[in-house]
């Protein structure tokens, strides 16, 4: 039934987000702005203000299952500010979200946006469920109820949910809906990630990777790199990594190693990444069988002699066991969190450039940005367009970041925060506190 199928479909866009400690992700957030807070000298107060969630919204779903059964669920949805505009962030469905999860990753997405420029502030949201034991019809009311719910919270110009964790664009079009039949409206920029006959943009599918390939290009010219003389290896062959391998391959480099989690492939005589595509999209996204390559483990290939790796697979995959034995002269986190911070000091004392997750992979941020603006002004981009305008912000992205690392002399990472921090803290300045 392909009704069914869209339900369960992947979502195209995640939002990334990176918080490792699960038991407190609020807290790890926090530690990660202090160093930030730290270099930039931030004033008590706004350091009070900018760690603080400015509305926790908790919400009891109520819905009739299938079988008759009245069953409740929990929804959040945290608002960290909206300083900088409308706040942005994804809905996750999942048995595990909690609260302080939330908090913490609608913190990160204010960080985020404010790094690539983009005029949002921070939200996340969430629904304490079990997806893949739902029908579509339960899904369908659970999604309406909480956007219900929630009415006064969403809004163009207030709050734009986005796919997460278990959501999809069918799960948006519910969303764009259930606000449209209360609205009375017709209204598409209350959300992202929607399928494109309702308001979604073009080029959003490959917008991660897009902008991985962006970013990796910037630090190649920054380093006097010629990405034809360049090797790159990419672990995970995903919506990310596939894509960043594709477009980097474009652009002349030798793509030599590519890995899934079936295991990783190396040719040293580089790849012809249209026939891995091909290949991996004939056997079920695996690569698994691929002829013309070398068997080679994951950890391999971390530590192949390459000038890029792309770690585009999950998180904490460059540790201090690894890190020492890592060649490449460039990483571009396309995952996020893949480095942990102890390789991290490793990493920079072996003079390796990081472009960090918050950075490199906030490619689907910005196109989810460019949908927004389409949505608004009623009036939808060719491809060309939507890619050359990512290409553009990535790249000044790219260039605030690392000017701040040369002014503040601390790696990319570090810098990231500081331009993020710093630019919402001055925003903040010149709003002042309403009293
Ligand atoms: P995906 O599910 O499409 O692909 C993941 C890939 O990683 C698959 O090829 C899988 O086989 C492989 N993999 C899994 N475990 C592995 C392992 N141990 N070793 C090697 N390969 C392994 O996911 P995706 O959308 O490409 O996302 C990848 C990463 O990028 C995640 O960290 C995600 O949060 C992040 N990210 C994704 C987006 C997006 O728009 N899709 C945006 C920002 C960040």
């Known amino acids: 039934m392909p009704f069914k199928q869209n339900v369960y479909e992947q979502a195209v866009y995640k939002e990334p987000a990176p918080i490792r400690d699960e038991e ?22 706004f350091y009070e203000y900018l760690v603080t ?43 595990d979200v909690n609260v302080n999860e939330v908090k913490a990753l609608a913190a990160w997405m204010t960080w985020k946006c404010a790094v690539v420029d983009v005029p949002f502030g921070g939200a996340k949201g969430g629904v304490v469920c079990d997806p893949g034991s739902m029908s579509p019809g339960e899904l369908e009311r659970l999604t309406r109820r909480y956007t219900a719910n929630l009415l006064d919270v969403f809004g163009p110009e207030k709050d734009i949910p986005a796919p997460d964790m278990n959501t999809n664009a069918q799960i948006m079009a519910w969303i764009v809906d259930t606000y449209n039949m209360h609205t ?8 992202t990630g929607k399928p494109t006959i309702l308001g979604g943009s073009l080029g959003r599918v490959e917008a991660t990777g897009r902008g991985v390939m962006s970013v990796t290009m910037s630090a190649m010219e920054k380093l006097g790199m010629n990405p034809t003389d360049s090797t790159v290896a990419v672990q995970g062959f995903g919506n990310v990594g596939s894509v960043a391998a594709k477009l980097l391959a474009e652009r002349g480099c030798k793509v030599v190693a590519v890995s899934d989690v079936t295991g990783g492939y190396y040719n040293e005589n580089g790849f012809d990444v249209e026939s891995l595509v091909a290949y991996a999209e004939k056997n079920k996204r695996s690569l698994a069988g691929f002829p013309g390559a070398e068997s080679i483990s994951n950890d391999e290939l971390l530590t192949l002699p390459v000038d890029v790796l792309v770690p585009a697979a ?26 942990t911070p102890s390789a991290d000091r490793i990493l920079e004392e072996n003079g390796i450039l990081v472009v960090p997750d918050i ?8 196109v989810s940005y460019f949908e927004w603006v ?18 553009r912000m990535m790249k000044k992205a790219f260039d605030n970041v690392y000017a701040a690392s040369e002014q503040y002399e601390v790696p990319l990472r570090t810098a990231s925060y500081v331009l993020a921090v710093d630019k919402v803290a001055t925003a903040l300045k010149l709003r002042g506190i309403y009293a």
Do not use: C
């Open 359 to 366: 950075l490199a992979n906030a490619g689907g941020v910005t």
């Open 184 to 191: 009375r409206a017709s209204s598409t920029a209350v959300v």
């Open 24 to 45: 407190h992700p609020f807290q790890s957030m926090i530690r990660r702005f202090d160093v930030a807070a730290k270099i930039l000298e931030l004033d008590p107060g």
């Open 53 to 95: 969630p400015s509305r926790v919204h908790i919400t009891a779903i109520p819905v009739i299952m299938d079988d008759g059964r009245l069953k409740l669920f929990e929804g959040y949805r945290v608002i960290h500010n909206e300083i900088l505009g409308p706040s942005k962030g994804g809905i996750r469905y999942t048995p």
């Open 374 to 391: 389409q949505d608004r002004q009623g009036y939808f981009w060719t491809l060309d367009r939507v890619n050359k305008r990512l290409d």
């Open 314 to 339: 999950k998180e904490d995959q460059i540790t201090s066991a690894n890190a020492p034995d890592i060649k490449a002269r460039i990483i571009s986190e396309g995952a996020n969190g893949p480095t």
